[in-house]
């Protein structure tokens, strides 16, 4: 068990709905960064929340967006769905204050768009 | 970018065998994580190596970072090793994680 939590951890959205998908991260971390698996594929980073502001974002269109509240947790937001957006969507934990910066991942939520 | 490769793509080993695990990058790097992946999509954690050598039971981890390379060692292996292994680094100011594609290792009985 990593102690962060994803939920749902199944989803099925028609093309064109918005989606949001939500994280806890572990205790003591401050730091929520998503990531976007497709079948077959190491997962792409998509943004990283510190400090309730984005801090990175990946090759990923605007359309992908996210926050962080005071507790750590975040949510990561979808708008216009498409067919290719159907992948596990995974989010990490870490902390960005010391020098370990490990990061713990949850069990994912996998989300079909048709 | 940074690029992150793994080698090799692919792994079948019978139950009891041995395998070494490679993974290259193409920069400096802050740090260096490998990850098994199970078949629900959990990303387990097996080391955080950004240098040195690491052991933990059947499994251990190289790093070379001069190099650029690390290497996991998968001694006496059981069938519940089988899965996708990846590599992953973090590079630059930020702690976003780069990862390789994967190398998927099934060990047959």
């Known amino acids: 068990e990593t102690g962060v939590t994803q939920s749902p951890t199944h989803l099925i959205k028609t093309r064109g709905q918005q989606v949001t998908l939500r994280c806890s991260s572990q205790?003591?971390?401050?730091?929520v960064s998503w990531y976007q698996q497709a079948l077959g594929q190491g997962p792409q980073f998509i943004f990283q929340?510190?400090?309730?502001?984005?801090?990175g974002r990946g090759n990923f269109p605007p359309r992908f967006s996210g926050l962080q509240f005071p507790n750590y947790s975040s949510e990561l937001n979808v708008n216009a769905l498409e067919l290719d957006d159907s992948a596990l969507y995974l989010c990490?934990?870490?902390?960005?204050?010391?020098?370990?910066?490990?990061?713990?991942f949850g069990q994912g939520t996998r989300l079909t768009v048709v | 970018g940074i690029q992150v490769e793994q080698s090799p793509p692919d792994l079948i080993l019978q139950e009891g065998a041995n395998s070494t695990l490679r993974c290259n990058f193409s920069?400096?790097?802050?740090?260096l994580q490998w990850f098994h992946q199970n078949p629900w999509g959990q990303l387990i954690n097996l080391f955080y190596?950004?240098?040195g050598t690491k052991q933990n039971g059947r499994l251990s981890a190289t790093t070379v970072a001069t190099e650029r390379y690390s290497l996991l060692y998968i001694s006496s292996s059981q069938t519940t090793d089988s899965g996708v292994y990846f590599c992953?680094?973090?590079?630059?100011?930020?702690?976003?994680?780069?990862f390789g594609k994967g190398i998927t290792l099934s060990v047959r009985p």
């Open positions: 990490a934990s870490s902390s960005r204050t010391g020098v370990n910066t490990e990061a713990f």
């Open positions: 205790s003591g971390h401050n730091t």
């Open positions: 929340y510190y400090r309730e502001e984005e801090n």
């Open positions: 920069d400096s790097v802050n740090n």
């Open positions: 190596i950004p240098s």
């Open positions: 992953a680094v973090e590079f630059g100011a930020n702690s976003k994680l780069t």
